[in-house]
């Protein structure tokens, strides 16, 4: 099986050495937050209250979320273009409105159901082609792909991240406050990691990488290595790709 689990708390570097393994590699990236934060989207939109827990779950099984690659008219920055039906939420679903309730929605257990067995579906199928698949999350090496053949966790203290955080936000040119945005990843950590169902850890036989002091390129050759040894694969050029 062709498969990267890659998980690791909020603003670890994820889904930018993420999508620079799987572009390097040829290999499908996705990111299975976009998922998550599309439900915590719609519930907003919908003026759904995040602890009616059945009216959340309801809308994960039922939302038309579409993942596909970027074309040459969205030259924005984006790694992947996330559609509800026909709507483009690419952005709008990382507003600090949707990163507030992002972790409840995701520690709703009907909500883990629904989306697990979608993305472990993507994982096989593109895992079991010659193509592979870079896979993005908190459980994706302990619950979503646990026979991934390499799984990575990255690490980076909560003041680093909450550093990279604020500057992403302010870049995209939302108001934001370094203090708050620290206070709000530490929740968040405390969530995604003390849920009942499928809590952030490491699984047993994740290869732990530190971010903090490492460059992007670093960790980035850090995983092609690790790649090339228990895979077999190297760098390849890239194809197009699109997911339901
Ligand atoms: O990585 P992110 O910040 O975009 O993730 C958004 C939320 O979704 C975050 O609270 C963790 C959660 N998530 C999860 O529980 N499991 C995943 N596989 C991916 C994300």
Redesign the pocket.
């Known amino acids: 099986m062709n498969a990267i689990a890659i998980d690791g708390p ?1 603003a670890s570097g ?2 930018t050495v993420g999508f620079l393994v799987g572009q390097s590699l040829g290999f499908l990236y996705f ?4 998922m ?2 599309a439900v915590a989207w719609a519930i907003l939109d919908r003026g759904i209250n995040s602890a009616d827990s059945e009216a959340v779950g309801r809308v994960a099984e039922e939302l038309p979320i579409g993942v596909s690659a970027p074309s040459d008219e969205e030259p924005d920055g984006r790694q992947a273009t996330i559609l509800i039906g026909e709507l483009d939420v690419t952005w709008s679903i990382r507003s600090p409105e949707v990163d507030s309730i ?2 409840v929605v ?1 520690a709703n257990s009907q909500v883990r159901q629904a989306l697990t067995q979608k993305q472990r579906l993507i994982g096989l199928e593109h895992g079991s082609g010659e193509a592979g698949v870079v896979m993005v ?4 090496g302990t619950v ?1 792909l646990p026979e991934a053949p390499l799984k990575v966790y990255l690490e980076a203290p909560l003041e680093e991240r909450a550093r990279r955080r604020f500057i992403e936000l302010s870049q995209r040119g939302n108001e934001a406050n370094l203090a708050k945005v620290l206070e709000d990843l530490r929740r ?1 950590d405390q ?2 990691s003390g849920r009942a169902v ?1 809590p952030l850890r490491p699984a047993h036989n994740a290869h732990r990488i530190q971010t903090y002091g490492a460059t992007i390129q670093v960790v980035v050759n850090q995983i092609l290595a690790l790649a090339e040894k228990v895979l077999g694969v190297g760098p390849t050029s890239t194809g197009n790709w699109s997911l339901p």
Do not use: E, L
């Open positions: 909020a994820k889904s990111d299975t937050g976009v998550y934060r992002v972790s995701a999350g908190r459980d994706i979503v968040r969530i995604d499928a």
